[in-house]
């Protein structure tokens, strides 16, 4: 055999050893080669692919066992959550705390809570009430609890709220206090006019009294206001005065005669009214009250209140020839039975703003407190005597504080002076 021949002999025979049949042990003069398996398993492509995955996975740790939980030391207190605080809340005191552990948490300060000063609790929330019964056919007559407006023109800024008071609330009554805010000209020559009426606790129309007394005063005054405005930066007071007087009983003399032809009751009529007339010239700081009937005029400076309600002219009572008591007339000789109420004087003053004042124009129900509550006068004064005037709903929030035993409604037209 040729050594071609003999190679691929000797190769044959090593074929035969390793895949031939007989290589098994017993074979006699050949290695013993041992199979990867059983003679009799399966020897398909899948089988040795799932074989091969299996021999390359990772083994599946087992779970750890669970362990229980680390103990917590005897906790003997916890600080307060401030207000706004979220999450979940601390565990509580345990309840064999020694007694220096108590004492410590008592003796503890409280943190105060955020946007809060340490030293003033939150105001009360006014309490809900009941809406007042509505008409089908005068919807439009419906007044809604609280009202809310504001404004800044120069140096001034105007802030005014009007809510429903809490017997009016609890009786489902209607708010009897109107408030008007309005703006006649534009520019330095515009002309701000604030008006503030309280219906007559009279029953039905009293609200509407008060709306419509604040609506003629603005049409008189909104008619007038270039030549009002000019006798206000000139310092014109008479003039102002008469004209004022003459627009104020005009109005008032319209308000009688509808009540009349309606034969509504005539003590609900007319509401007390009060005013302030505004320049929004910022080089003219003279500011106008005028008006009739209860309320307040106050002026707020270096944090203290000054009452500036004009002094009501003295009454005499004139008598008929027949020495009978005739007519209640004023010291100036006009017959308060001409006037809008038949009693009440009518009200004018002037005073010049200085930076840093705030005049305060309120309806009665307001001004009660802030005349028989000191406390309550001194917690206004500490909240609006800071260097800036609050915002619309801080301002609404201070002037509707509750005080018991003052129960009605509250206007509150309040103007900073920069």
């Not at 399966?42 to 995955?53: E, I």
């Not at 009897?176 to 000209?185: E, N």
């Not at 009250?289 to 270096?302: E, N, T, V, Y």
């Given at each position: 055999m040729n050594q071609q021949g003999a190679g691929c002999g000797q190769e044959d025979d090593w074929w035969r050893q390793l895949y031939g049949e007989g290589g098994g042990d017993d074979a006699p003069g050949r290695a013993?080669?041992?199979?990867?398996?059983?003679?009799?398993?399966?020897?398909?492509?899948?089988?040795?692919?799932?074989?091969?995955?299996?021999?390359?996975?990772?083994?599946?740790?087992?779970?750890?066992?669970?362990?229980p939980p680390p103990a917590r030391p005897p906790s003997t207190a916890s600080a307060p959550i401030p207000l706004q605080a979220t999450g979940p809340r601390p565990a509580s005191p345990a309840?064999?705390?020694?007694?220096?552990?108590?004492?410590?948490?008592?003796?503890?300060?409280?943190?105060?809570?955020?946007?809060?000063?340490?030293?003033?609790?939150?105001?009360?929330?006014a309490e809900l009430g009941t809406l007042p019964a509505a008409d089908p056919a005068a919807l439009d007559e419906l007044v809604p609890d609280t009202a809310l407006?504001?404004?800044?023109?120069?140096?001034?800024?105007?802030?005014?709220?009007?809510?429903?008071?809490?017997?009016?609330?609890?009786?489902?009554?209607?708010?009897?206090?109107?408030?008007?805010?309005?703006?006649?000209?534009?520019?330095r020559h515009a002309l701000i006019l604030v008006a503030v009426a309280t219906g007559r606790p009279a029953g039905e129309g009293a609200h509407r009294a008060a709306h419509e007394a604040c609506a003629r005063i603005g049409s008189a005054v909104g008619r007038s206001y270039t030549r009002l405005a000019e006798d206000i930066r000139t310092d014109h007071r008479s003039a102002l005065k008469s004209g004022l007087q003459r627009l104020t009983d005009r109005s008032y003399g319209r308000l009688?005669?509808?009540?009349?032809?309606?034969?509504?009751?005539?003590?609900?009529?007319?509401?007390?009214?009060?005013?302030?007339?505004?320049?929004?010239?910022?080089?003219?700081?003279?500011?106008?009250?005028?008006?009739?009937?209860?309320?307040?005029?106050?002026?707020?400076?270096?944090?203290?209140?000054?009452?500036?309600?004009?002094?009501v002219p003295d009454h005499t009572v004139h008598r008929g020839a027949d020495g009978t008591g005739g007519r209640l007339r004023s010291a100036s000789g006009r017959s308060a039975a001409d006037g809008p109420?038949?009693?009440?004087?009518?009200?004018?003053?002037?005073?010049?703003?200085?930076?840093?004042?705030?005049?305060?124009?309120?309806s009665a129900g307001l001004a009660e407190p802030l005349h028989q509550e000191p406390a309550?006068?001194?917690?206004?004064?500490?909240?609006?005597?800071?260097?800036?005037?609050?915002?619309?709903?801080?301002?609404?929030?201070?002037?509707q504080l509750q005080v018991a035993g003052h129960l009605k409604d509250r206007t509150a037209v309040g103007v900073w002076e920069a």
């Open positions: 013993a080669v041992r199979d990867a398996g059983p003679s009799d398993a399966p020897d398909t492509l899948d089988d040795r692919v799932a074989s091969a995955l299996r021999a390359v996975a990772t083994p599946r740790r087992p779970a750890p066992a669970p362990q309840r064999s705390a020694t007694p220096s552990a108590l004492e410590a948490l008592r003796d503890t300060p409280a943190p105060a809570p955020t946007g809060l000063p340490a030293d003033r609790p939150p105001p009360p929330e407006d504001g404004a800044r023109y120069g140096s001034l800024t105007l802030l005014a709220a009007s809510r429903r008071g809490d017997l009016a609330r609890n009786r489902g009554d209607v708010r009897r206090d109107a408030l008007l805010t309005a703006r006649f000209g534009a520019g009688r005669g509808r009540s009349q032809e309606s034969d509504a009751a005539a003590e609900r009529y007319p509401p007390a009214l009060r005013c302030l007339l505004l320049p929004a010239d910022p080089d003219c700081r003279t500011r106008v009250f005028f008006g009739i009937g209860a309320g307040g005029l106050f002026r707020l400076r270096d944090g203290a209140w000054e009452d500036l309600e004009p002094a109420d038949r009693s009440d004087p009518f009200l004018f003053r002037t005073a010049f703003a200085r930076p840093g004042d705030t005049l305060l124009l309120c309550f006068a001194a917690r206004l004064a500490g909240q609006w005597s800071a260097a800036e005037p609050p915002g619309l709903v801080a301002f609404l929030a201070a002037a």
